[in-house]
């Protein structure tokens, strides 16, 4: 077992753990069984910073197979589109750049 990142939200979690599964890679979300304790509950432990769901992976040999199949994913949320491409090197950028990191060309240029 080796964890891989978490995140507060188990939609995430539950979102890479799908492709993880897709690709043969078996995975399991640690604290996810804390959402039957009642959602109000487990929402007041979640603002505390307890019981933050975590996505693991059963083998840990498939450690780095899983992270370079997550990592086109892994910095932008499903519900978060904002990264832009560059124009010039087609390069993405997180949202709040204003030039390209690779080349310096300006983002809507
Ligand atoms: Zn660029």
Redesign the pocket.
Known sequence: MREIFSHRDLTVLGYYKSILEAEGIAGYIRNEHSQTLGFGFYGMFQRLGFLEPVLCIVADDEFERAIAILSPHRFSDPCDHEEWL?S??K?SNPAAFEV?W??Q?AKNE
């Open positions: 560059c010039a090197c390069e390209c690779k080349c060309t």
